[in-house]
């Protein structure tokens, strides 16, 4: 499978490459569970294909601020095919703690994000054509979280609710004899739902994360994207 990643102003879209092309990879979610007034958190994660950084802060008693951004930089396969891009996101929202141990929060999500793929294994059977597609991103959406919140140990669950276009498509990939820029064209609105677990556990201000989600299309079912991710990193909380 071909790995794409993309820059995004918000997740942000990562692309992954393979033997056959994929336009979206979802990343990570920012899921800070906010609780209080000057409160921090920071976030560095990631799998083999791409690291992230992410942050959150408490600007009153109800308002949060956020900020995600990341490099996709899968390895070459031996053919030769492969991709890279990077992303930055942003946000704002809302918090509240439920009792003691619980907060909710939900964020609006913009942001923007480009992305190259290059498959030079193409080119035999389509020697007029370089096999390279490039595009940039726009995402944009919500994301509330639920999530419990101890000294030792934090759990979320959050849903995303995106929409997703590409524009400024460009290349001449040719895949299954079909022309990829005319894909990306014919698909190039997307509306997604992304659910996503994530666990936390150390100590009071560092804590190891695990975080494993899905990307369903509402669009089309059929769309050349990743339904899965899992990540891991570490969390810092500064109050």
């Not at 994660?45 to 959150?56: I, L």
């Not at 995303?160 to 990829?180: A, T, V």
Request: charged letters at 15%; glycine letters at 10%; proline letters at 3%.
């Amino acid at each position: 499978m071909m790995k794409h990643s993309y820059y995004l102003f918000i997740f942000i879209s990562v692309l992954m490459v393979a033997c056959s092309p994929k336009y979206y990879t979802p990343n990570t979610q920012n899921v800070a569970l906010i609780s209080q007034e000057g409160e921090t958190d920071l976030n560095v994660s990631g799998n083999g294909n791409q690291v992230e950084f992410q942050g959150a802060y408490g600007v009153s008693d109800k308002v949060a601020i956020l900020a995600n951004g990341g490099l996709f930089i899968p390895k070459d396969l031996d053919n030769g095919n492969g991709g890279s891009g990077n992303f930055i996101e942003f946000g704002a929202g809302y918090f509240q703690k439920v009792k003691q141990d619980f907060v909710f929060e939900t964020y609006a999500l913009l942001g923007f994000g480009s992305f190259e793929n290059h498959m030079p294994s193409t080119t035999s059977s389509n020697p007029q054509t370089e096999g390279d597609i490039s595009a940039n991103i726009l995402r944009f959406g919500i994301q509330p979280n639920f999530g419990y919140k101890s000294e030792n140990f934090e759990a979320a669950i959050s849903t995303r609710f995106l929409g997703l276009n590409y524009n400024s498509i460009k290349g001449d990939l040719i895949y299954n004899g079909n022309s990829q820029t005319d894909y990306l064209e014919e698909n190039k609105t997307n509306l997604l739902i992304e659910p996503a677990l994530t666990l936390r556990g150390g100590l009071e201000n560092f804590k190891l994360q695990f975080q494993i989600g899905s990307s369903i299309n509402l669009s089309n079912v059929n769309f050349r994207q990743d339904h899965v991710y899992a990540t891991m990193g570490l969390n810092f909380r500064f109050n």
